[in-house]
């Protein structure tokens, strides 16, 4: 596992911009970047976190990232387990 997830990773949770973070090695990706078809090997963070903070958890990746145009986006919850929801929102309350 890189240094850069899982630094990244106790950080958003040190700064409760994150409830939980899975940290996925080894996923496989092909893209496109500059007119040519990339491949690398990359860690995927799943980072679960409340709307609220999606911007500023987002900046943040983009400032301590190595990639150019690091690879940022959000996916509703708007349906699940209420215990899980309420844990999330226990895990992010400031201090």
Same mark, same amino acid.
């Given at each position: 596992?890189?240094?850069?997830? =899982? =630094?990244? @990773?106790?950080? @958003? +949770?040190?700064?409760?911009?994150?409830? @939980? !973070?899975?940290? *996925?090695?080894?996923?496989?990706?092909?893209?496109?970047?500059?007119?040519?078809?990339?491949?690398?090997?990359?860690? *995927? *963070?799943?980072?679960?976190?409340?709307? @609220?903070? !999606? %911007?500023?958890?987002?900046?943040?990746?983009?400032?301590? %990232?190595?990639?150019?145009?690091? =690879? !940022?986006?959000? +996916?509703?919850?708007?349906?699940?387990? !209420? %215990?899980?929801?309420?844990? *999330?929102?226990?895990?992010?309350?400031?201090?």
């Amino acid at each position: 596992m890189g240094f850069l997830s =899982e =630094e990244l @990773s106790e950080a @958003s +949770l040190d700064k409760k911009l994150a409830a @939980s !973070v899975n940290i *996925l090695p080894k996923a496989s990706s092909l893209y496109f970047w500059n007119g040519e078809i990339e491949e690398a090997t990359e860690i *995927l *963070l799943l980072i679960k976190t409340k709307t @609220s903070r !999606v %911007h500023v958890l987002s900046s943040y990746i983009r400032l301590v %990232h190595p990639f150019e145009i690091p =690879e !940022v986006f959000s +996916l509703p919850m708007d349906q699940g387990d !209420v %215990h899980y929801f309420k844990w *999330l929102e226990e895990g992010m309350e400031e201090d």
